[in-house]
Every structure is written in C-alpha cells, then in structure tokens.
C-alpha cells in the first residue's frame, strides 16, 4: 500500500540516477575509509542519514576533522571542516568522473589530500570513478524520494532498537 508517508520509488524509472549517486557516495565512503581504522564489517565507511540526506560525520584529517555531507534537499554536496571553512558542490546530471574531478579539486583547495581506489566495488561495472563519463544522471524528484524513504527508515530502524 502506497501512502503519503512512503513516497513511490519505482526502480526502472530511477535506476540511472540511483547508479550515479550510488558512485558519488562511494566515493565519499572511500574518502572515509582513506582516513579511519577499519572497524567490525566496515562500520567505518557508513554513511548516516541525516534531515536532508547522508553524512559521513567527523573525519579526522591531521589535527582538525572535516565533515561530507549530502543535502538532497538543496542538492548540494557540503565539505565542512573543524575551522569553520565550507564548500558545496552541486548535485546534478554530471558524470561520475566530472563529479571526481570537482570532488577531489575541492578537497585540495581546502588543504586535504586524499588518495582512493577509484574502482567501485560490488558493483557490476568496473569503470574507475575518474573516468567513469557513462553514469550521469541526476533526477531531483526521484533522489528527493529517495531522501524521504531514508529518514522515515531511519525513524523505524531506530524506534526498534530503543524497544530491543
């Protein structure tokens, strides 16, 4: 049953844009790993749902952290770091290696160098992120279905672990 609280997320009408943004936070999540311990099963790369769409939380970075977030609301990829300096980048129809190239460009103007494996795992196609030009697309309606499915799973996900 479909109700105003669980938006229809057809798969065959959103699939491209859900392999886009499925290699953008992949490469997001291995921005965290490059930089924190492995812990039990990969907890260490998890994203976390926000209001507004995914976080990675606080990631060190020598003595300071920074913090990566997707704002499926206003579309916008946020970079924060512990001295107060953000930028955004824009969350649109773009290839994967245009979003890499500004990813890791916007990085290094905020004085952090990461390396990552640029090939994406478990997933059927190996093309590595930085030259990845075939997954481009990015429908606002369907990744802000998307987002409202996240928040209202989270919700559930956490009432049952308060009730366990």
């Not at 065959?12 to 965290?32: P, Y």
């Not at 311990?37 to 020598?62: E, R």
Request: net charge negative; charged share 25%; aromatic share 12%.
């Amino acid at each position: 049953m479909i109700s105003p609280e669980w938006p229809p997320l057809d798969f065959s009408e959103w699939e491209n844009t859900l392999d886009t943004v499925h290699m953008w936070t992949q490469i997001i999540g291995k921005t965290r790993m490059a930089r924190e311990p492995l812990i039990n099963h990969w907890w260490n790369v998890t994203l976390y749902v926000t209001p507004v769409g995914l976080t990675t939380g606080s990631i060190p970075y020598g003595g300071r952290t920074f913090e990566i977030e997707f704002d499926f609301v206003s579309h916008r990829l946020r970079i924060r770091t512990s001295e107060g300096t953000e930028h955004s980048i824009r969350l649109c129809s773009r290839s994967v290696a245009d979003f890499y190239a500004e990813y890791m460009a916007t990085l290094r103007s905020l004085g952090i160098e990461i390396k990552i494996d640029k090939i994406p795992a478990e997933f059927d196609d190996p093309t590595p992120h930085d030259q990845d030009r075939h997954h481009a697309s990015y429908e606002e309606k369907y990744v802000e279905r998307f987002r409202s499915i996240l928040v209202r799973a989270d919700r559930i996900f956490k009432k049952f672990v308060r009730l366990s």
